[in-house]
């Protein structure tokens, strides 16, 4: 069974810089795997961040890119913010039309 | 916009159907999933459907109880839920699907099963 792996928790400092990644217990991520990415704050549902690995869902500021690094994919927020203290979540297509989503990162900006 | 009805309380192995009714963007061109949310824990993928309900596909856990299926006429999408069992008990989001990712999402609807 594939699993995806996330940090199951981050701190960032206010202004600062945070690279979340998410993997493969076995094997690299590729863009391939079409890389996704969602945050959601607690009773809310998820909101699109980046899709297809790195590009912007539509309203989603520049500060948060994605990208390939290694064998993982990754989601690095620049000048974080207090707003961006969330759960984030990568989710990964494995083919013939499943996918699975990494266990949540969960960010705390302080 | 999508807004998800028909979550409730229900006892195991008991059946629930999850309406999940779309506005504002071409529903017809947009493949759909259901992703639920088990309280206090992570995201996880339960079904999709392609655009015109030819091709479906299913978590492990779900497979053979739950069927996925919509209504392109009526902008609306369906998860037939059967044979529930207490571990399906989650928040229920549909999204819309783009690039092998997903887009919209809902605000959910809570099934509970619990005798």
């Known amino acids: 069974q594939t699993v995806v792996t996330q940090e199951p928790s981050f701190s960032v400092s206010p202004g600062g810089t945070v690279t979340l990644t998410c993997g493969l217990s076995s094997g690299s991520v590729s863009t391939t795997y079409y890389p996704s990415w969602y945050q959601q704050t607690p009773g809310q549902a998820p909101r699109t961040l980046i899709y297809?690995?790195?590009t912007r869902s539509s309203g989603v500021p520049d500060r948060f890119s994605g990208s390939i690094l290694g064998n993982k994919a990754a989601l690095t927020i620049t000048g974080a913010q207090a707003d961006d203290e969330s759960d984030y979540y990568c989710?990964?297509?494995?083919?013939?039309?499943?996918?699975?989503f990494g266990g949540g990162t969960k960010l705390t900006v302080l | 916009q999508l807004v998800e009805s028909g979550g409730g309380l229900v006892q195991p192995g008991g059946s629930l159907r999850l309406s999940c009714a779309a506005s504002?963007?071409?529903?017809?061109?947009?493949?759909m999933h259901w992703v639920r949310q088990a309280p206090g824990k992570g995201l996880m993928w339960v079904s999709r459907?392609?655009?015109?309900?030819?091709?479906?596909t299913y978590a492990d856990s779900v497979k053979g109880r739950f069927t996925i299926s919509r209504d392109n006429a009526k902008n609306t999408l369906y998860l037939q839920m059967n044979s529930l069992r207490a571990e399906d008990t989650a928040m229920y989001f549909c999204a819309s699907g783009y690039s092998l990712g997903f887009t919209y999402w809902g605000q959910g609807t809570l099934v509970t099963v619990s005798s």
């Open positions: 504002g963007f071409t529903f017809r061109n947009y493949w």
């Open positions: 297809s690995t790195n």
């Open positions: 459907i392609n655009i015109d309900g030819s091709a479906t």
């Open positions: 989710v990964l297509y494995l083919g013939s039309g499943n996918w699975v």
